[in-house]
């Protein structure tokens, strides 16, 4: 008889049309591979050499204000900048390139250089919220700009080249490919059934509750059917919103309330400050019905604090795989303490 829990499956991505292969048995095989250092000390408050701390000169040469919220900068060293000439080039179709004018700014979440989101209160986290709206609105007003991308890698094993607590936000001309992927596929869905993409998709799973792991009046945090790293989750608004500007006080607050929770589960699964990427995928410039509020988060850590998932050879030539079910996963981090403890 076919095991769903032990034998190899593979599972159906709809936000993106793609496959991701499942092969529980493979949790079992002894692991010789690379082991990351584990953290070292606790930062301090305040780092002296820090770019990002209040007062301190950025690398690019300004200096930050002292600071004692949020603050928020533009990239010294940004991927995109804005004003390119509108000249495309495109060679028999194959030969294709063109200018992409955008923005990336830098957000510090707090002057703290030893906080992170987990270690910060609902309400310090709340003016986070607060400044991602407000930047959103700003950004997606010039008429050169189609998306707004908000990303935070945490960790120096997902490439954070600062401790210091804070993201990046990069607005675009034109909408990146995982959006975009994701904007057709709730295009389809709603065309085809009259209703959600994500909203039937997380009724499912709050009827199940297999794959779970948090809630709250507003939010949900579910790892995803479709998971392809270990402990990957898929945070979702309950009401349909279609991005962080349409959010009320309340359903802010419940924003910020979660995100504290969720960022805990993950430092406590393996007591270590937990390394990830998370971004929210939202309305573009240019809105639409299909669009569903969410967020991702992409954490690399496997069977511990010192072993990570790698994305190579098969993952990099063919399709995802992954060997943890999701349903394992989510068990794990609801195992995981919301409350936050020494690492």
Not at 136 to 146: E, K, S
Not at 156 to 166: D, I, L
Not at 248 to 265: G, H
Request: proline letters at 10%; hydrophobic letters at 40%.
């Amino acid at each position: 008889m076919f095991d769903w829990t032990r034998d190899p499956h593979r599972r159906y991505n709809p936000l993106t049309g793609e496959w991701v292969l499942v092969s529980p048995h493979r949790a079992q095989r002894p692991w010789q591979g690379q082991l990351e250092a584990p953290a070292g000390d606790a930062p301090p408050e305040f780092d002296p050499d820090c770019y990002l701390c209040p007062g301190n000169a950025r690398a690019g040469g300004a200096r930050n204000p002292h600071y004692r919220g949020t603050f928020v900068f533009d990239n010294d060293f940004a991927a995109l900048r804005p004003g390119a000439a509108p000249e495309r080039l495109d060679q028999r179709g194959l030969l294709i390139a063109e200018p992409e004018p955008g923005i990336c700014r830098v957000v510090c979440f707090s002057p703290r250089h030893d906080l992170t989101l987990s270690r910060m209160d609902p309400a310090s986290i709340r003016e986070v919220v607060d400044t991602w709206t407000a930047q959103l609105q700003d950004l997606a007003r010039p008429p050169a700009i189609g998306y707004v991308q908000i990303f935070e890698n945490r960790g120096a094993m997902m490439g954070a080249s600062n401790p210091h607590p804070h993201c990046q936000i990069w607005a675009s001309r034109a909408m990146p490919n995982e959006p975009a992927k994701e904007q057709s596929a709730q295009a389809a869905y709603l065309r085809q059934n009259g209703a959600c993409l994500l909203c039937d998709y997380l009724a499912l799973e709050r009827q199940s509750a297999e794959r779970l792991v948090s809630e709250n009046d507003s939010f949900a945090v579910v790892v995803p059917f479709w998971a392809v790293w270990p402990f990957e989750t898929l945070l979702l608004a309950k009401r349909h919103r279609a991005g962080l500007e349409e959010l009320d006080s309340r359903e802010r607050d419940d924003l910020a309330a979660i995100l504290k929770r969720m960022t805990t589960r993950y430092d406590n699964l393996f007591r270590t400050p937990f390394p990830y990427t998370m971004g929210f995928h939202q309305q573009p410039a240019v809105p639409g019905p299909e669009w569903h509020l969410h967020a991702h988060f992409y954490p690399p850590l496997l069977r511990s604090a010192t072993i990570r998932k790698f994305m190579v050879g098969y993952e990099l030539l063919a399709m995802p795989q992954r060997d943890i079910t999701p349903e394992t996963a989510a068990a794990r981090l609801r195992e995981a303490p919301e409350e936050s403890l020494p690492l």
